[in-house]
C-alpha cells in the first residue's frame, strides 16, 4: 500500500490534491456529481468584504492547451459566505476547507481573515494577493515584495490559523516576493496564480474579453509553474501549494518532486467535472509506476 497523505502546516490530508479556488464554487455544486470527501480539501470561491457581481462579460476565452478567465471575483461577500455558503457545504463535505481571502486594501485583508478564522470548518486560510491595490493606485498587492509583506503581517496579527499566500507569476522575481512573504510570517506559499494573456476575435478584430485581458490558465502553463515552485522551495523553507496547469497524477508528483507538499487543479476542472476525482484515483497507480512508497518523501526530490 502507497501513503498518499500529506500535512500542510499541522492540516492533514488524506492526498495532496486540492480543486483551486474559482473553479470549484463553494464545493456542493461538484458534490452533485461525487464524493468530494475524497479531496484532500479544496479552497472555495475568493471572497471579498462587500458582494461583487463581477466584471462585464464576456468574461471567458479559449486558447489551445487553456483558457483565459476575467471573472473579477464575483461572490457574495463575507457575511453571505459565513452564513449561507459554509452550513450548506457542511452537509456534503466533513472535511476542514480552505478559505480564500481576496481584497483591495489592507483593512479589507485584515478584515475578511480575522473573521473567517473563527470558523470551525476552516482548516488554512488562503490569501490572494493578486488583487489591485486601491490605496496605490490599481497595483496589484503581489507585484510588490513590500506590499504582499505588509497584507502578510496584517493578517497574521488577526487570525490563529495558517496563512498561505497566493502569488502572482506576473512579476520580474517572484522568489524575493515569496521571502518577503515568509520573512512577514506566512506559515506557506501558494502559487501560482494565473498569468495575463488576450485573445483577438478575427471577425470583430477586437479583444474577446470584455475587459480585453485576463487570467491564462490551464495546461499550457504548466512548465511556468513548474519553474516558479522550484525556485521558490530553494529560497524558503515553509511549505508550498503548487498550481497552474496541473491536469493528471503525473503532473501531481513532478509539481512535488519540485517542491510542492499539495497541489491544486484549477482550469481542469471546468472541462471535465470529474478531473480530481479521476487524480486521486489514478494516484496509487502513478506512484507504484514509479516506485514511490510514501508522497512527502518526493517533496523537493528534484533539487
Request: aromatic share 6%; glycine share 10%.
Amino acid at each position: 500500500m502507497v501513503n498518499t497523505k500529506v500535512s500542510l502546516s499541522g492540516l492533514e490530508l488524506d492526498n495532496p490534491v486540492i480543486p483551486a479556488s474559482g473553479t470549484f464554487g463553494f464545493g456542493y455544486e461538484f458534490a452533485e456529481l461525487y464524493d468530494i470527501n475524497i479531496l484532500g480539501s479544496f479552497s472555495f470561491k475568493g471572497t471579498t468584504r462587500e458582494p461583487r457581481f463581477g466584471n462585464p462579460t464576456p468574461r471567458i476565452a479559449e486558447c489551445p492547451n487553456g483558457m483565459i478567465n476575467s471573472v473579477g471575483l464575483q461572490n457574495p461577500g463575507i457575511d453571505k459566505v459565513i452564513s449561507e455558503e459554509l452550513p450548506k457545504l457542511k452537509k456534503c463535505f466533513n472535511k476542514k476547507v480552505i478559505a480564500n481571502i481576496s481584497g483591495f486594501s489592507v483593512d479589507e485583508y485584515a478584515y475578511c481573515c480575522e473573521r473567517i478564522d473563527k470558523e470551525e470548518q476552516v482548516g488554512l486560510i488562503e490569501v490572494n494577493v493578486s488583487c489591485p491595490n486601491v490605496h496605490n493606485g490599481g497595483m496589484a498587492f503581489g507585484t510588490s515584495a513590500k506590499a504582499a509583506a505588509e497584507v502578510t503581517k496584517a493578517v497574521k496579527a488577526v487570525t490563529t490559523k495558517p496563512v498561505y499566500i497566493k502569488l502572482s507569476p506576473n512579476v520580474t522575481d517572484i522568489v524575493e516576493i515569496a521571502k518577503a512573504c515568509e520573512d512577514a510570517g506566512a506559515d506557506g506559499i501558494s502559487m501560482i496564480n494565473t498569468l495575463l494573456g488576450m485573445r483577438i476575435d478575427l471577425r470583430t478584430k477586437k479583444p474577446v474579453i470584455a475587459n480585453k485581458m485576463g487570467g491564462f490558465s490551464g495546461a499550457a502553463i504548466f512548465p511556468v509553474a513548474l519553474r516558479m515552485v522550484y525556485q521558490v522551495y530553494e529560497a524558503v523553507k515553509v511549505p508550498i501549494i503548487g498550481m497552474g496547469g496541473v491536469s493528471s497524477a503525473d503532473d501531481v508528483i513532478e509539481m512535488m518532486l519540485a517542491g510542492a507538499t499539495a497541489v491544486q487543479v484549477g482550469a481542469a476542472n471546468l472541462v471535465e467535472p470529474y478531473a480530481c476525482k479521476n487524480i486521486i484515483e489514478e494516484l496509487p497507480k502513478t506512484m507504484e509506476k514509479y516506485k514511490i512508497d510514501d508522497l512527502t518523501s518526493i517533496i523537493g526530490g528534484a533539487h
